[in-house]
């Protein structure tokens, strides 16, 4: 029986001189839909046509970029942002009605209006210091003050 050819011995190759790409992580905040309330009686959008959505994901899109600071102190003003007063006279509901919602929500925000004076706004909160804002509803109509 013949004899097997012997594998030849391949140097091992000389250190890469591509560096890998290093990635910085994500400066902006995240959106979570974990809590949207889609069938709520007076923040309904599931009847919304498909220009309402388009211009929602252009606009998460956008303040995705921007950090919490950003959002809440820099750009209060021109995006609508402010903490949610229950108490308020002028405020409908008297809370979320989530599960576990005193454990979890420390401040409750109308966080943006999707476009000026159009499609409304949209109200969650953030959960301790994480750059996730947890949507609950979207109120196209503006229902949440009276």
Not at 25 to 48: A, D, R, V
Not at 123 to 138: M, S
Request: a positive charge.
């Amino acid at each position: 029986m013949p004899k097997k050819p012997k594998k030849p011995k391949i140097p091992p190759s000389p250190t890469s001189k591509i560096s890998p790409t290093k990635l910085a992580p994500p400066q902006g905040i995240s959106f979570s839909f974990t809590y949207l309330q889609t069938n709520h009686p007076k923040f309904p959008c599931n009847h919304q046509d498909a220009k309402y959505f388009s211009v929602l994901l252009e606009r998460l899109k956008n303040i995705s970029t921007m950090t919490f600071t950003e959002i809440t102190v820099k750009n209060a003003a021109n995006l609508r942002c402010h903490p949610i007063d229950w108490s308020d006279r002028r405020v409908t509901e008297k809370c979320f009605g989530i599960p576990n919602e005193e454990q979890l929500v420390d401040t409750p925000y109308q966080l943006f209006q999707v476009s000026a004076n159009e499609y409304g706004r949209v109200h969650g909160f953030f959960i301790e210091e994480e750059n996730i804002f947890y949507i609950v509803w979207l109120d196209p109509n503006h229902n949440l003050y009276s």
